[in-house]
């Protein structure tokens, strides 16, 4: 009797060993964030913050953010510059723009930028108060929105170039409350005027 019983206390005094030496199980456990998703960055469960998230990584220069807002069909156009660029027999600037252009482009921007930050810096601003709306299913959205690129340059001489336009943005629900963009067309705000495009297209090589 006595033999048993010592074996019952013994068995609890091992339990509550083991357990001292647990993390309680019952303890909500935090998720790592996502990776890439460092900066300014919210879940893309909207179209809109789509758009909000690729004005926060152009102005932090964080490609992943970036590249995060495209789809994998991503596709860009600016049809005014097209003409123009074939006019003087440089059509490959805007030519078979697809997800992997684009990314490079982009890397290619924020690197040279990033590089020297005493020479030159950009500030990207998306008007959020004039954004309009375009066809739209549960799926898919069409947003027009107007923008201004502030480009600095501090050396040789200090100097400020304006790139404004109205961008349009065709996303789609990729997955579940994520959206991302297939399509952008880019046109400058007054014919012949420099556009976003044409800033992009200096870094195309």
């Known amino acids: 009797m006595l033999k048993g019983r010592n074996l019952q206390i013994f068995s609890i005094l091992f339990i509550l060993i083991i357990l001292s030496g647990c993390k309680n199980p019952f303890k909500t456990r935090k998720s790592p964030p996502p990776k890439g998703q460092v900066g300014t960055w919210s879940t893309p469960s909207k179209p809109e913050i789509v758009l909000e ?3 926060h990584s152009y102005n932090e220069k964080i490609i992943e ?7 994998d069909t991503f596709v860009f156009s600016a049809p005014e510059d097209s003409i123009e660029a074939a006019n003087i027999n440089q059509d490959y600037l805007f030519a078979d723009w697809n997800q992997n252009t684009e990314k490079r482009v982009t890397a290619n921007i924020f690197n ?5 930050p005493d020479s030159i810096d950009f500030s990207l601003y998306l008007n ?3 954004i309009s709306k375009g066809e739209q299913t549960d799926s898919t959205e069409v947003l027009f929105i107007d923008y201004k690129l502030s480009i600095w340059r501090f050396k040789p001489k200090q100097d400020t170039i304006e ?5 349009t943005f065709h996303l789609k629900e990729t997955g579940l ?4 963009i297939y399509f952008w067309e880019d046109r400058p705000k007054s014919s012949g005027g420099y556009n976003w495009a ?3 297209a200096e870094y195309r090589y």
């Open 53 to 55: 998230n690729l004005m």
């Open 65 to 71: 953010n970036f590249n995060l807002c495209l789809s």
């Open 112 to 116: 040279i930028f990033k590089q020297y």
């Open 128 to 130: 959020f108060e004039t």
């Open 163 to 167: 790139a404004t336009g109205t961008s």
């Open 177 to 180: 409350n994520w959206w991302s």
């Open 198 to 200: 044409d800033f992009k």
